[in-house]
């Protein structure tokens, strides 16, 4: 009769132990944080010398719910990552216009899912961007957030400013 109290405590242990393990809970509305950017030249297929930007930050979103399917219908949002561009001049940073050749378009986050009793997801984006038409004095900085499926927007945040002629890397705080 005690091997059978024994063998029972042995097989409940496990099961209260975890159950008493703590789930994450964050907000549903996502945030990131810049990690950092980094600048420097690379030789395309054609032999072509290109200057590429990588951007990286981190991103939290309580609900699990970032990223997106591809579209299957006209008007469904196709893009959740959005940047505005700003070019440094007279050492005033001001907005870039519409048609700037180094002003990025929205991207998509691909659809991200968490598995399990948590549906807090977390991780680190990385962007490239090629830079094909610049000058010497292009100095420029990025303002980006995400959105969720649901919609809830991310804080929004900004990379240092960005010397596109030269080798940098620029961390985030």
């Known amino acids: 009769m005690n091997r059978v109290r024994l063998a ?8 209260l132990i975890f159950a008493c393990v703590k ?15 980094e600048t420097y030249s690379s030789v395309d297929t054609l032999g072509n010398l290109d200057r590429i930007g990588k951007l990286k930050f981190h991103f939290q979103d309580g609900d699990g719910d970032l990223g997106l399917d591809p579209p299957t219908t006209p008007g469904a949002d196709s893009v959740n990552l959005f940047f505005n561009m700003f070019r440094l001049k007279k050492g005033i940073l001001v907005p870039a216009a519409d048609n ?16 399990g009793q ?13 830079y094909l038409f610049y000058s010497n004095a292009d100095t420029i900085e990025y303002q980006f957030y995400i959105k969720d499926r649901a919609g809830h927007a991310s804080d929004t945040v900004s990379t240092c400013p960005i010397v596109i ?9």
Do not use: E, M
């Open 8 to 15: 029972g405590l042995f097989i409940i242990f496990p099961f």
């Open 100 to 115: 700037d050749p180094l002003k990025p378009s929205p991207y998509r986050i691909p659809y991200l899912n968490q598995v």
């Open 23 to 37: 789930v994450d809970k964050l907000p549903a509305t996502p945030s990131i944080s810049f990690t950092s950017f």
């Open 165 to 173: 002629v030269k080798d940098t890397i620029c961390k985030g705080s």
């Open 118 to 130: 948590s549906h807090v997801l977390t991780g680190t984006i990385s962007v490239t961007f090629v």
